[in-house]
């Protein structure tokens, strides 16, 4: 505390999950100063939502500075993670009875009933975004998007989409692509909004200092 900051530390510890799951290591430059602001108003504006066009997630890209190719390629820590059902349960509906409707034809009609009976029993349930190799960071959240298996409905339109759709195929067949997309797409990420010389060094991460 006083020393490194909390937005180091968030940095890191990104960097450093993807190196514990297998990915590449990126040596990222610190020194990152805490804003003096925080207010939770300000994340969604900033993040994309699961049900997102890429039209949708293009926008908040775009003011990034970041492009197509950063989205996809970024969209691949998908990889790894879980997320609770009310994040993609609407892509299918669920009578009293159990029987499963499904909305969404974009999605694997068997994956959208083993979600369904999953989520059935409590909304607040999580399954991993990637099914097969959920521990590992590899190239496998894009032959889940070939299959039709993405699980929100924001990656599903990276696969339908045309202006990304070549990219999904190249990197579900070549991991050191990935990779190597990973990190400099990772690492122009990681350098957004940066602050060097205002904001403070916060003693404790969830609040400023004053």
């Not at 937005?7 to 799951?21: E, K, N, P, Y």
């Not at 590449?24 to 939502?49: A, F, L, W």
């Not at 990034?64 to 349960?89: P, Q, R, Y």
């Not at 009293?96 to 989520?119: H, M, Q």
Request: glycine share 6%; proline share 2%; net charge negative.
């Amino acid at each position: 505390p006083g020393t490194v900051s909390c937005a180091d530390i968030l940095a890191l510890a990104a960097r450093d999950a993807v190196v514990m799951t297998g990915g590449p290591d990126i040596q990222i430059p610190t020194g990152r100063r805490d804003g003096m602001v925080s207010e939770v108003t300000n994340v969604r504006p900033n993040i994309v939502d699961t049900s997102f066009t890429v039209d949708d997630m293009m926008k908040i890209f775009s003011s990034k500075g970041l492009s197509f190719e950063d989205l996809v390629i970024l969209s691949g820590a998908h990889t790894i993670g879980s997320a609770h059902c009310t994040m993609f349960n609407n892509r299918f509906q669920t009578d009293s009875r159990g029987n499963v409707t499904f909305v969404d034809s974009s999605l694997d009609k068997d994956y959208a009933a083993k979600l369904a009976k999953k989520c059935s029993a409590s909304t607040s349930a999580t399954v991993h975004i990637d099914p097969q190799t959920s521990f590992s960071f590899d190239n496998q959240y894009y032959n889940n998007l070939l299959s039709h298996r993405g699980l929100f409905q924001s990656d599903s339109n990276l696969f339908e989409d045309q202006r990304t759709k070549d990219m999904v195929v190249k990197l579900a067949t070549d991991v050191d692509s990935f990779y190597e997309g990973w990190s400099e797409s990772f690492l122009k990420l990681s350098s957004i909004g940066v602050k060097t010389d205002e904001g403070e060094i916060r003693q404790i991460c969830s609040r400023t200092n004053v």
